[in-house]
């Protein structure tokens, strides 16, 4: 919404104020959720990909641009990155696999969206209309899950963590922080 409103009013928002914005907003109604490893997750990924994805698509020029290839790694490495001391304090495992797995799933969740958004409205008109979106639907999602349960079963598919403590991942968290405030104002002055 404050996008839309600073595009309206001709004023080009800041990334970092609106994504510590929306988050302090959050925890305002809800405080909790601080605790909720889905929210930590969602937020840290969400920080991945607004600040440290177009740094490694830079780094990735030697991929593909086919069907956004070089794009789905970026975000994806990026995601990780930023998700990974929460992953190793909360879950104390490593996926060594789930770059692969969002790549190879990302053209899907498109088609998902498509497909499932194009079954609801379709299911309010009548059922027989929707009937072909149900099963366009259905082989995407098989396919989304052939290719989690394949990768998940591979005997290298993830391994156990380190013993990392909150002061480590809150140390991580702040020095990126400090690197997201710093760049910022690097860039303004440009």
Sequence with gaps: SLVI???????K???????LGAGATMLIFAPRLIFDLGFQLS???????????????DMLNWLPETLSFRETMAQT??????????ILWQVDQLSLVSPLANV?????VNLVFIF???????????AVLALP???LLSLVLSYVILVVVSLGNLPVASVNGSAVTWVVVVTFYIVMGWWMIKR?????KI
Excluded: C
Aim: aromatic content about 10%.
């Design 5 to 11: 409103v600073g595009r309206l009013i001709t004023r």
């Design 77 to 86: 490495l990026a995601a990780i990155f930023t998700t990974l001391p929460i």
């Design 13 to 19: 928002p800041n990334d970092l104020n609106l994504f």
């Design 116 to 126: 499932g958004l194009s079954l609801v409205g379709l299911g309010f008109i009548s």
């Design 133 to 135: 979106a149900t099963y």
């Design 184 to 188: 910022q104002s690097v860039e303004h």
């Design 43 to 57: 937020f840290a990924a969400m920080a991945g990909i607004m600040f440290i994805e177009p740094l490694v698509k």
């Design 104 to 108: 190879l799933v990302a053209p899907a």
